[in-house]
């Protein structure tokens, strides 16, 4: 069956990494992808991975894909407060079916 | 600008009157999507639709329905809403020249008294 996880809350200090981590069950995902979610808003798509890809880097983001342990990270480099947010992984089929973990919200501290 | 429009963005209504929300995307998208998050359980889709015309259940489809007769627009009818669908509810659409990463509008915040 198609189940996307997260772990719900994560804190780190104004400069340090942050690694948000997702695991998902349906083997045959074509693409994962990281939203992004501010208070009050629609959710923003930060980056996505091919499922035959190992990492992909865009500025401060990096994916990881650990397709034998169905493993998805994102890992944002020197967190800033403007970082705080919910980020939600989600993969897909290839179709209009797209899931969603339960999101983590990140919460970044001076 | 590229953008997902969905209206309106906040709605109170009662037990059982019909109401639909309006979703428009001028991006020329095949893919439409509707979905609702609720604390705790994230996003769940309740309809998609993979061109005009065609349209598929989501994870929770019921007390819904949605139509497709033009690719611009996707709208949410709730016939006999109740409570339980209070929600806040996102339209989304993409394309596979996206990698199918969908676009969301800004969100609808429903109540059902």
């Known amino acids: 069956g198609e189940d996307v996880e997260q772990s719900l809350f994560l804190s780190v200090r104004e400069g340090d990494s942050s690694v948000i981590n997702c695991t998902y069950t349906?083997?045959?995902?074509?693409?994962l992808y990281w939203y992004k979610q501010e208070p009050g808003a629609g959710l923003q798509l930060l980056t996505y991975?091919?499922?035959?890809?190992d990492m992909k880097q865009d500025q401060r983001l990096t994916v990881l894909l650990n397709k034998k342990d169905k493993h998805l990270s994102l890992r944002i480099a020197d967190t800033q407060t403007g970082d705080s947010a919910i980020y939600f992984c989600?993969?897909?089929?290839?179709?209009?079916?797209?899931?969603f973990g339960q999101g983590t919200e990140l919460s970044v501290k001076p | 600008e590229a953008q997902v429009t969905q209206n309106p963005r906040y709605l109170i209504t009662v037990t059982g009157k019909k109401l639909t929300v309006t979703c428009s995307q001028n991006?020329?998208?095949?893919?439409m999507s509707w979905y609702r998050q609720d604390p705790g359980l994230g996003l769940r889709q309740i309809y998609y639709?993979?061109?005009?015309?065609?349209?598929d259940k989501g994870d929770v489809p019921e007390g819904y329905k949605v139509s497709r007769k033009e690719k611009r627009n996707f709208p949410l009818i709730l016939e006999s809403p109740s409570p339980n669908q209070t929600s806040l509810y996102f339209c989304?659409?993409?394309?596979?020249?996206?990698?199918?990463?969908?676009?969301f509008g800004s969100g609808t915040r429903l109540t059902v008294v």
């Open positions: 989304a659409s993409s394309s596979p020249e996206d990698s199918y990463g969908y676009t």
């Open positions: 349906d083997s045959s995902s074509t693409y």
């Open positions: 639709s993979m061109n005009v015309e065609v349209t």
């Open positions: 989600a993969e897909t089929l290839g179709g209009g079916k797209l899931i």
């Open positions: 991975i091919f499922s035959n890809m």
């Open positions: 991006m020329n998208h095949e893919y």
